[in-house]
């Protein structure tokens, strides 16, 4: 799964990422760059709109928009094999697709001892990247618009696999704008981009101080010594 990831560069250092020049929004930070983005938070993430892609602040939980029952759990991840089947997200998958501005993101190894080590797991050339999502607006749940995402998670690469069996779904480079696409993407198009990350990856052990959400800085990438 995805549980928690790290955003720290600036939206202007996505830009190139993401092939989006002239995107609407792209002068302000939609949110504050963080170390350690947890759920219940907001992050910035390009949304699939009727007008366009746009920049915008997403609360991590995802609220689909007919949800009416506060208690209703509000899923931070979704499996990639089941997007199209799947109530909470089918809708979403056609309509409301989104990419997640991301520098690395966290996973936590249980070790023989019952401890979990945390690693920040990024690019293998450190550089920015996006991760698949859907995103939800609701206008019934509270007097508040909830616009909120959730991540795609698929199999790990073989790489990652010693961490955890899944892993967030990061989409090839040449897919970032037909997965922006509204509704003329098709499904079966969009189904087959989600594939396990072709691109190699980097894993560091990081210090337990990324444990608590309240925790932030980049203390919270700082490789460790392997223990």
């Not at 600036?10 to 792209?26: K, N, R, S, W």
């Not at 010693?162 to 967030?168: C, F, G, L």
């Not at 990350?197 to 460790?224: K, M, T, W, Y």
């Amino acid at each position: 799964m995805c549980g928690r990831f790290d955003r720290h560069r600036t939206v202007a250092g996505f830009l190139e990422v993401i092939d989006a020049p002239d995107l609407p929004g792209q002068d302000t930070d939609p949110v504050a760059p963080s170390y350690n983005i947890a759920p219940s938070q907001q992050a910035a993430a390009v949304c699939v709109t009727d007008t366009g892609p746009r920049l915008a602040p997403l609360t991590w939980g995802f609220v689909p928009a007919w949800a009416k029952n506060p208690r209703m759990p509000r899923p931070i991840n979704a499996r990639a094999e089941t997007l199209a089947q799947k109530p909470m997200f089918r809708d979403g998958f056609r309509t409301r697709r989104c990419l997640v501005l991301c520098d690395g993101y966290y996973e936590w190894q249980r070790r023989a001892d019952g401890s979990k080590q945390p690693f920040h797991i990024t690019l293998e050339d450190g550089a920015p990247f996006v991760m698949a999502g859907l995103w939800a607006r609701n206008t019934t749940l509270t007097a508040e618009v909830i616009e909120s995402f959730c991540v795609i998670t698929t199999e790990a690469s073989e790489f990652c696999r010693e961490i955890h069996p899944r892993m967030p779904l990061i989409l090839e480079r040449t897919h970032h704008q037909e997965w922006l696409k509204a509704s003329s993407l098709d499904l079966d198009t969009a189904t087959a981009m989600l594939e396990t990350c072709p691109q190699p990856l980097h894993l560091s052990p990081v210090s337990r101080f990324v444990n608590s959400p309240a925790n932030d800085g980049p203390e919270c990438i700082s490789p460790i010594p392997q223990e």
